[in-house]
């Protein structure tokens, strides 16, 4: 298609891609900030940031140096653990940062709302309860983020808007018009499973 003489409209884009007509994207780094104010002000200050193996732009501004909230974390329990997004594999590598020396994380940010489902899977595995222990944040607001207990706290992302928003520079273009700038908003959904720390945490 990019060698094609028809404009290209490209859905939740890399922003680097060439021979793009125009993108509709969403505003996927300030998603990550609204997680991470959210949980500052509840008073946590020891993070861990479950992060997602998958090689697209999306992920990579998720894990971004400017989205991520250890940025400002200097306690040695924040960082990234890449992880694939499987059940089994992040409930493990969640299972580590947990049990790891030292002070215990008390807030758990993820990439998505399957890495954050094996997230609460594993602090329930090492006897630790969601919120009340640590809290999970996840990503998108899938179905599965109110099918969990307790349901996840999550950045809804608003899918209809983004189909209705291409399909409006689709015509622009066809019209020789520019498309809408900027990308679209995301919203924070703030749920059961994140609360304020434990005391003395």
Request: charged content about 20%.
């Amino acid at each position: 298609m990019h060698g094609a003489d028809l404009p290209l409209v490209m859905l939740d884009s890399d922003p680097a891609d060439t021979g793009v007509a125009a993108r509709v994207n969403l505003d996927i780094a300030d998603g990550m900030r609204q997680v991470t104010e959210h949980l500052l002000a509840l008073g946590h200050r020891r993070f861990i940031h479950l992060a997602s193996a998958i090689d697209s732009w999306t992920f990579a501004v998720r894990a971004g140096p400017s989205t991520t909230p250890y940025r400002g974390c200097r306690a040695p329990s924040c960082g990234p653990c890449p992880q694939h997004s499987t059940c089994g594999p992040d409930r493990a590598a969640a299972e580590h940062a947990l049990a790891a020396p030292g002070p215990r994380p008390t807030a758990i940010i993820c990439d998505d709302d399957i890495l954050a489902a094996g997230a609460c899977k594993a602090a329930r595995r090492l006897g630790l309860r969601v919120p009340d222990d640590v809290s999970v944040t996840g990503f998108d607001d899938l179905a599965l983020a109110t099918a969990v207990e307790p349901e996840l706290t999550t950045v809804r992302l608003p899918a209809e808007q983004v189909g209705e928003r291409g399909m409006t520079a689709l015509l622009a273009v066809l019209d020789g018009r520019p498309a809408e700038p900027g990308s679209l908003p995301v919203h924070l959904v703030v749920r059961g499973s994140s609360a304020p720390p434990p005391p003395r945490s």
